[in-house]
């Protein structure tokens, strides 16, 4: 396979990684919007590793799906993860103008904000994923001339294992507050692998750590409006595992304080235009957490 510039395509990150592919598409088209969110010039770079036509065709409904109405609902979703990137961006800097200097990104898939925000000094930023997809990500990089503008460390671990223990043999320091940010992993996993993803989150974050996540709102489990974006990640070899109601009361278990909203709350939408009361858009959490 070659991509539209020539080049021979990688092979892709598979099983949760793929969403990471479709992620970095989702930043190419929102760089492209004259009133863009956000600019992550290096999107293209993943889009191109595995030939951005085949991205394109994989990322946008199918034909029966369009046929049933739901491309409004696509173009929903589209805006939906460019709030909620914009969203994490802005929570990390925030975090980093309090004065926090550590950094963490669970599962940070291709994710570039180690390269594209703008960092004060001296923070440490760490992304935990599979093995396999960071390394797709560091050749994707290679020849771009990607400069993170922060000190990045990208660690390979399993989250469903013993995951702090891999951190922890890094220079990560555990008595430091530090800023989490869990962004598209938590309706991946089970109730329980959760449960213990925030935990071992925890026994890490010292008061004055903060933490960011999203997660689906129950119904997208079961809703008909929901069925083309869950026949999209079966033929992907992927399904949603878990959702949660209560957001706030969930972080609270975990020794946490938070607020939460939905994702597609106009208040929040940075002046986009998102029909909350439509039918067929999807419903998750946006939250943020601290301890004092």
């Known amino acids: 396979m070659a991509t539209d510039r020539g080049r021979s395509a990688m ?3 598979t099983g949760i990684g793929r969403t990471a592919i479709f992620m970095a598409y989702v930043r190419l088209l929102e760089s492209r919007r004259p009133d863009r969110l956000f600019d992550d010039s290096l999107a293209e770079a993943f889009t191109d590793a595995v030939g951005f036509g085949d991205t394109a065709a994989a990322a946008s409904p199918s034909e029966p799906a369009r046929e049933e109405g739901t491309q409004t609902a696509w173009l929903e979703t589209i805006d939906q993860l460019a709030i909620r990137t914009r969203f994490f961006d802005d929570y990390l800097l925030d975090a980093v103008l309090g004065g ?3 950094v963490v990104i669970v599962a940070a898939g291709l994710d570039t904000r180690a390269y594209r925000l703008p960092w004060p000094e001296r923070v440490r930023l760490f ?3 599979l093995p396999e ?3 797709f990500k560091e050749k994707a990089l290679a020849g771009r001339n990607a400069i993170p503008s922060c000190d990045r460390t990208a660690v390979p671990v399993d989250l469903t294992a013993d995951w702090p223990a891999t951190l ?3 220079d990560f320091a555990p008595a430091t507050p530090t800023a989490w940010l869990a962004e598209g992993i938590f309706p991946y996993l089970s109730e329980a692998e959760n449960d213990a993803l925030l935990d071992g989150i925890g026994r890490l974050s010292p008061p004055g750590s903060r933490l960011a996540a999203e997660h689906l709102a129950s119904h997208m489990l079961h ?3 929901a069925r083309w974006a869950r026949d999209g990640l079966a033929s992907l070899g992927l399904t949603w595992k878990s959702a949660v109601d209560d957001p706030e009361a969930w972080m609270g278990h975990h ?3 938070s607020r939460s909203h939905l ?3 106009p208040q929040s939408g940075y002046g986009r235009r998102l029909p909350s009361e439509s039918a067929d858009a999807p419903r998750g959490w946006l939250i943020r957490a601290w301890r004092d």
């Open 168 to 170: 922890a043999a890094t």
């Open 223 to 225: 809703s008909s409006s």
């Open 133 to 135: 997809v960071l390394d």
């Open 11 to 13: 092979d892709p990150p």
């Open 255 to 257: 020794g946490w304080h």
């Open 127 to 129: 992304e935990l994923d």
């Open 100 to 102: 926090i200097r550590q």
């Open 263 to 265: 994702g597609s709350d």
